[in-house]
């Protein structure tokens, strides 16, 4: 079945630590997304990419990384420079304009908290 | 820039009543319209999307959406909810292809919580 797969589901890290999240999917889309959701402010774009080997930060990119080397994978890195990085982080993918409808399909999340 | 308003944070509602789910946006060019759900601890479902043509879009789980350019809405209804649809919903917009970036804007969430 094609999809999107986010793992880990749940994620413990101690302070200053980076760590690494996961996304990877098969469904052939061109852009890929990384959404942060925290209770009562919705979702926030952290980094989306279009493209392979291109990226653009969104609205909280800071203390966060991303990397974009192969069309089905797109992981996320938060940084020790991230001041509040407890959080449900959502990846999402869409295909690319004018291929197809518009709208995104997205993972199951990953709950990272910071202890 | 488009921006998504959610007036409402939670919506009690009886089982079996009918619910409506506001959303209103706001943006200087056409824009493609949005419902999700998200059920706990877990990812948003595509519940329906207003692309072009007719004003009423139906989707999954019985809900529906009018979209109103004149008042820029894009109300969620269904006339009879269910325990199973206590959720929370996002109204997203994005611009049409074409646009400087297809990025998805959500608005808030409504928590649908429904009662017996």
């Known amino acids: 079945d094609g999809g999107i797969t986010q793992s880990p589901k749940y994620l413990f890290r101690k302070e200053g630590q980076n760590v690494t999240l996961s996304c990877e999917q098969n469904?052939?889309?061109?852009?890929m997304y990384w959404y942060r959701q925290d209770p009562g402010q919705g979702l926030r774009l952290i980094y989306y990419?279009?493209?392979?080997?291109?990226?653009q930060k969104g609205d909280i990119a800071e203390g966060y990384s991303v990397s974009r080397e192969k069309k089905e994978s797109f992981p996320l890195t938060v940084t020790s420079a991230q001041k509040n990085p407890t959080a449900f982080y959502l990846c999402?993918?869409?295909?690319?304009?004018?291929?197809?409808?518009?709208?995104?399909?997205f993972g199951q999340g990953t709950r990272l908290t910071v202890v | 820039a488009q921006s998504v308003t959610q007036l409402d944070s939670q919506v009690p509602v009886f089982e079996e009543a009918p619910v409506e789910l506001r959303c209103n946006y706001s943006?200087?060019?056409?824009?493609?319209l949005f419902w999700y759900v998200q059920y706990p601890n877990q990812g948003l479902q595509l519940l329906l999307k207003?692309?072009?043509?007719?004003?009423l879009v139906k989707g999954i789980n019985g809900f529906e959406a009018e979209f109103n350019k004149s008042q820029t809405s894009f109300h969620l209804r269904k006339p009879s909810v269910h325990i199973s649809d206590t959720a929370e919903y996002f109204c997203?917009?994005?611009?049409?292809?074409?646009?400087?970036?297809?990025?998805?804007?959500f608005g808030t969430g409504t928590l649908l919580a429904v009662q017996p």
């Open positions: 469904l052939n889309h061109d852009a």
């Open positions: 999402a993918s869409s295909i690319r304009p004018g291929a197809g409808g518009p709208e995104a399909f």
């Open positions: 990419s279009q493209i392979v080997n291109d990226f």
């Open positions: 207003y692309l072009s043509g007719s004003t």
């Open positions: 943006s200087s060019v056409s824009v493609y």
């Open positions: 997203a917009v994005r611009p049409p292809y074409g646009g400087a970036t297809n990025k998805l804007i």
